[in-house]
């Protein structure tokens, strides 16, 4: 393009360069001074849908947020507070292992009213096969029975531990006793130890009324910070019917010998009729020891109060709240978010390299179709 | 100067603005004009040149010096909007081409002047649409070859070599039409 005859042909190129009108230029000027205001043919259409490096922001703190709040709900469920109240099936699980016996009573006591039964039924039945035995087992489910349900009876059992600082111990012991006599409950079984941090503290065995249990529970609650609180229920309703039922049996019974007695003719028949007429009023005071105590179960329930001094053992929470307790929160709260997100990772990455995947695809096939254009 | 100018959008919104305003004040015909030569239609080419400068002001921020010259990036973003809209529509420029406007080649200039441009102009309509493409972006945008290249998105020696294969088949083609 350096001879003359380029440099004319260049001259004719540039003269035959379009331009533009004027009225579109002005136009254009006063947008470019509008800052380039959006204009779309579906004006409705951009306002909706803005560019994908916009959404990215909004839709990144969403997923922020939702990371965050599925943390906090797993971290609530799986945490606990140490005042929190947990039913366990078996009441004072942990203390039975320790130095409380008595803790395991309810169970016992079932037991052996359901065996107190079984030898019951079957020498009153005049039957010994384990048969009989397997039917009276089932007679409290049977349509004979349940209408005298009338009244549940519910054993309720509660342990308690409290922390306090070992000057506090005396002060706290005194207000568990005011705060079982203002529920009309009963101490059964109470120890208070002085010392050191770890050493000192106190131990209550309580009776308290069972429609009273909740107010007495938060009672004691106030006296100190709890640093657990655990709460069993055991229905006891069959074993108190079957109970009540023989009681009946046994009272019918002592009527019959007694008939038995007024009509005996003979010296030895009198006799025989009278050992049998003891026996069954010994089996009658029996049962009415064991209906007596699974009333007394029912009605009142049994709590164990512990006030413990120094750190506590509860690894679940509970005590002073400190750095250490601090730290292993935001490392729970760390690991089950990045637990979280971890699981949100593997459902999200695989639809993001989907993502990806079709984005390149696009961008390729939209390269290739913008040269095909100028083939 | 203009890569300065826009070089200065990365560090004050304002500056920018006044950068991307000096570069749409020098550039705006030369879009047009080479978008014009591309689509062969008045009203798509100004639809497209609008377009392009709006999708330009958007990514003004994302604008990197390093990578080549404000223009050569402007005509980049002109090039895919134009190329876009022929896809879109779905027919290759030369379907729509609008017949050559004879008094816009200047009358006043002498029957001689006009008679060679409407040479030149036919022989501009043999070129196959790339060569078309590289005198648009040479003679109608003014960009120097390097800026080609970068628009193009081929090395700057082969822009050259291109360049001149078309200008000799332009010339051969207005030869072979006097």
């Known amino acids: ?375 | 100067m203009e890569q300065a100018l826009v070089a200065e959008a990365k560090d004050a919104p304002r500056a920018g603005d006044l950068a991307f305003d000096r570069l749409y004040r020098s550039s705006r015909d030369d879009v047009y004009a080479y978008v014009g030569s591309l689509l062969r239609n008045d009203a798509a080419a100004e639809e497209v040149t609008a377009a392009a400068f709006e999708r330009a002001y958007r990514k003004r921020n994302r604008f990197d010096p390093e990578r080549g010259e404000p223009r050569a990036w402007l005509f980049g973003i002109a090039r895919n909007a134009a190329l876009d809209e022929l896809r879109r529509r779905g027919r290759q420029a030369e379907l729509t081409a609008e017949p050559a406007d004879l008094d816009s080649f200047g009358a006043e200039e002498g029957a001689e002047h006009s008679e060679r441009r409407l040479a030149v102009s036919a022989a501009l309509e043999r070129l196959a649409p790339g060569e078309r493409e590289l005198i648009a972006l040479k003679f109608f945008a003014g960009l120097e070859n390097r800026e080609i290249a970068r628009v193009l998105g081929i090395s700057e020696s082969n822009t050259g070599t291109k360049l001149h294969r078309a200008m000799t088949k332009l010339r051969e083609a207005c030869d072979g039409h006097a």
């Open chain 1, 1 to 375: 393009m350096d001879t003359p005859r380029d440099e004319k042909l260049a001259a004719d190129l540039r003269a035959l360069r379009p331009t533009p009108r004027p009225e579109f230029a002005a136009e254009l000027d006063e947008r470019a001074a509008a800052g380039f205001p959006r204009r779309s043919r579906w004006p409705q259409l951009a306002w909706q849908m803005p560019s994908p490096r916009r959404m990215l922001i909004p839709a990144g703190g969403i997923a922020v947020v939702a990371i965050a709040l599925v943390t906090t709900v797993v971290a609530i469920n799986e945490g606990g507070g140490g005042s929190s109240s947990e039913v366990p099936r078996s009441l004072f699980q942990a203390d039975k292992s320790t130095s409380a016996p008595e803790a395991a009573k309810p169970s016992t006591q079932y037991n052996g009213a359901t065996e107190e039964i079984e030898r019951s039924a079957a020498s009153a039945g005049g039957a010994s096969s384990a048969g009989a035995a397997a039917e009276v087992e089932v007679k409290p489910f049977s349509q004979e029975i349940r209408p005298r349900l009338d009244r549940r009876a519910v054993e309720r059992n509660a342990e308690l531990v409290l922390g306090a600082a070992p000057a506090d111990v005396a002060d706290d012991a005194s207000k568990v006793f005011e705060a079982v006599h203002a529920h009309d409950g009963i101490v059964m079984r109470s120890s208070t130890r002085e010392g050191e941090p770890g050493v000192a503290g106190a131990r209550f065995e309580l009776l308290i009324p069972s429609a009273k249990l909740s107010d007495a529970l938060a009672a004691l609650s106030a006296i100190d910070e709890v640093r657990s609180r655990h709460e069993a229920t055991d229905d006891i309703t069959a074993p108190t019917v079957q109970t009540g039922e023989l009681l009946q049996d046994s009272k019918a019974r002592i009527d019959s010998l007694l008939a038995q007695l007024e009509a005996a003719e003979s010296e030895s028949e009198r006799e025989t009729v009278e050992e049998e007429l003891a026996a069954e009023r010994r089996h009658r005071a029996r049962l009415r020891a064991q209906l007596q105590n699974l009333e007394r179960r029912a009605d009142y329930s049994r709590v164990l109060v512990r006030i413990e001094t120094g750190a506590s053992h509860d690894s679940s929470g509970g005590g002073a709240w400190g750095i250490d307790d601090a730290l292993g929160d935001a490392g729970h709260i760390l690991a089950v978010a990045a637990a979280v997100a971890l699981v949100a990772l593997a459902v999200l990455g695989p639809i993001a390299l989907v993502a990806l995947l079709a984005w390149l695809t696009h961008r390729a096939w939209v390269r290739r179709e913008r040269r095909r254009v100028l083939s």
